[in-house]
């Protein structure tokens, strides 16, 4: 009998450490199916960033890079320099990619680095326990935003929208946002996914999938409660959808 | 072959060292006294078709380098003195993943921004591991561009056989001076060491997965990792020592000094040979590993040391660590750009040499 649906060869069958309700262990099976599906699975390098994804190494069955914190996209710049015909997968969560590595990530994506940045973005610091992030939205609470993100007298800033900051640079060829909030977005995530998967394999340009994704554990909700808190409240601020797509294909 | 000798500056022969080893990808930010380095690279990486890129900052380009040697390709980045202090998290990185890489210091003086004129005051930061956490890895100190580019060279082959970065730590004044120099024959990118623990290309072979990190959460193996790691030290220790001694049997006194201030003390050797005094070179070539084992045959043999540097006095402490206290250490250094004089060197001999043997 045909096998319809199964866990990923690129995936560890085994329990991942993420928190019940996490976004993490979906978006990676979406990863995993991805390579999958492209045969890639032996060619394929991700890289595990600082923050709760540390782990990625533990559950993607391919190569992995462990760089410093905030500096994937220069490590990945490195490796996918040197393997070309590689699937180079740049795994980060949103302190990664838009605080401490906010440099790497605008300049690897303006030169056009040819890899992909899965920008898991859950408005947190997971790993290490709730701080303030640069895409925490105002009013949200977080240990080092007590209150609630104040960007007025407390001077906390404004929560950043990275695909359509990056969206202004030549090197980005197609910036997309998904989310894991429910079973439609996930399937819409994966498209997303394998579009740019595709587009980097042809060489297009940098390419980045940004997916909304719950924390319950540092929200201080339930995980019903946490997705239903990122389709209403972070879909608000970030809009779903492909933010800038210029492949080829779409010009077709 | 006839010989392939040019007259070049330091930083350009260091770059084409580095493209003769089979260097695959540079990664360099721009800063003086090293920018002709990276120019350098600019040029010959791209005509040759391998990898340049002018990094967004230090950080990103040791990073790159990082990425890029995770691969297993030869890889190497460049910098002075305030670069080498932004490169310090992604070296210690490096050396908790056993990544061998290339990184080039031109020091120049500090601390700070300091001046772009020739330094030596990096060699606590290059010797003790600049980062954080317990690691050494190579230092080699060039005295002249000839030899700036047979270590580079050999930098490569260094890295690749013990698995760590290996660091040229030269500084302005040879960075910036031109030399002759016999240029080493270009290596064969194919007949470079396999790397099996390096990722990608897993389809070739259909090994088990690889994995390039630092972390490790379990106190008992990271502590087995370090120690493991720390036996390599003790062979390095063993085998890459180098030195290169003067005059040393007949000295009362002998000079220690690395790079550009050996060579003043080479002037200073000449001067006083004209005087009828006895004086002594001993340049540490390999800065860690420090020569500390023939330092202390010397200070056994009850020879004088006077350590010559271009800082406040840093390599002198290695000086007398390996002294253990059996003979004096003398220390006489200029810092903030500016490189002492064979006159000033010569003086201060022959003041230590004149207080104790009562001439």
């Known amino acids: ?158 929560p950043i929208r990275v695909c359509e900051l990056l969206a202004t640079l030549g090197g980005t060829k197609y910036l997309a946002r998904g989310s894991v909030d429910t079973a439609v977005n996930v399937r819409k995530t994966k498209q997303y996914i394998k579009k740019a998967f595709e587009a980097q394999m042809r060489g297009e340009g940098f390419s980045m999938v940004e997916v909304l994704s719950p924390c319950p554990t540092n929200w201080q909700m339930s995980p019903p409660e946490a997705a239903e808190w990122v389709g209403q409240s972070m879909a608000a601020f970030y809009p779903l959808g492909e933010i800038k797509n210029t492949l080829e294909e779409a010009k077709r | 072959m006839a010989e392939d000798k040019r007259l070049m500056k330091g930083n350009e022969a260091i770059g084409e060292a580095a493209v003769r080893a089979g260097c695959r990808a540079y990664f360099g930010y721009p800063i003086t006294p090293q920018n002709e380095l990276t120019a350098y690279m600019a040029k010959n990486m791209l005509d040759k078709k391998r990898t340049f890129i002018q990094a967004e900052s230090e950080v990103s380009a040791i990073n790159m380098v990082y990425g890029a040697a995770a691969t297993g390709a030869r890889t190497m980045t460049s910098s002075s003195s305030p670069g080498l202090s932004l490169k310090q998290e992604g070296i210690s990185y490096a050396c908790g993943a056993d990544l061998p890489l290339v990184i ?49 060279y050999e930098a490569f082959d260094l890295a690749d056989r013990w698995r760590m970065p290996v660091m040229i730590l030269a500084d302005g004044l040879i960075g910036q001076m031109m030399e002759g120099v016999v240029l080493p024959p270009a290596r064969d990118l194919a007949a470079l060491p396999r790397k099996p623990w390096a990722v990608g290309r897993q389809a070739d072979s259909h090994r088990p997965i690889n994995h390039v990190t630092s972390i490790n959460l379990v106190p008992d193996e990271l502590e087995a990792a370090n120690r493991k790691r720390f036996a390599r030290y003790d062979e390095i220790k063993q085998a890459e020592v180098r030195f290169e001694e003067v005059n040393t049997e007949k000295a009362e006194l002998v000079f220690v000094a690395y790079g550009t201030s050996s060579r003043v003390c080479l002037g200073a050797l000449e001067m006083a040979k004209k005087a009828g005094v006895e004086l002594g070179l001993f340049r540490p070539i390999s800065l860690w590993p420090f020569p500390e084992k023939r330092v202390a045959e010397l200070a056994a043999k009850g020879k004088k040391f006077l350590a010559v540097e271009m800082s406040m006095g840093q390599m002198v402490e290695d000086v007398r660590l390996a002294a253990n206290g059996k003979t004096e250490v003398g220390f006489y250094g200029r810092c903030g750009g500016n490189i002492p004089s064979e006159e000033e060197v010569f003086a201060e001999a022959m003041r230590l040499v004149g207080t104790k043997s009562g001439k």
């Open chain 1, 1 to 158: 009998m045909e096998l319809a649906y199964g866990h990923p060869k690129s995936l560890k069958p085994i329990q991942t450490k993420y928190c019940p309700g996490c976004g993490h262990g979906v978006i990676h099976r979406l990863v995993a199916e991805v390579v999958d599906e492209m045969g890639l699975q032996e060619r394929s390098i991700i890289l595990n960033p600082v923050g709760c994804a540390i782990w990625a190494d533990l559950y993607f069955d391919f190569d992995s890079v462990q760089p410093a914190h905030g500096r994937t996209p220069a490590a990945a710049t490195g490796i996918k320099r040197m393997l070309p015909d590689h699937l180079v997968i740049c795994y980060q969560g949103d302190g990664d990619l838009a605080a401490i590595g906010t440099a790497e990530a605008v300049h690897a994506a303006n030169r056009g680095e040819k890899f992909t940045t899965i920008f898991v973005n859950n408005a947190i610091y997971g790993m290490t326990g709730g701080q303030m992030a640069p895409t925490t939205l105002v009013g949200q609470k977080a240990t080092t935003a007590p209150y609630g993100r104040d960007p007025i007298e407390a001077g906390m800033g404004y």
């Open chain 2, 104 to 152: 080039v210091n031109v020091q120049r003086s500090g601390p700070g921004l300091g001046g772009i004129s020739p330094g030596q005051s990096d060699y606590f930061q290059s010797t003790r591991g600049g980062g954080h956490g317990d690691y050494y890895h190579l230092v080699l100190a060039p005295k002249s561009v000839q030899e700036a580019a047979d270590l580079t």
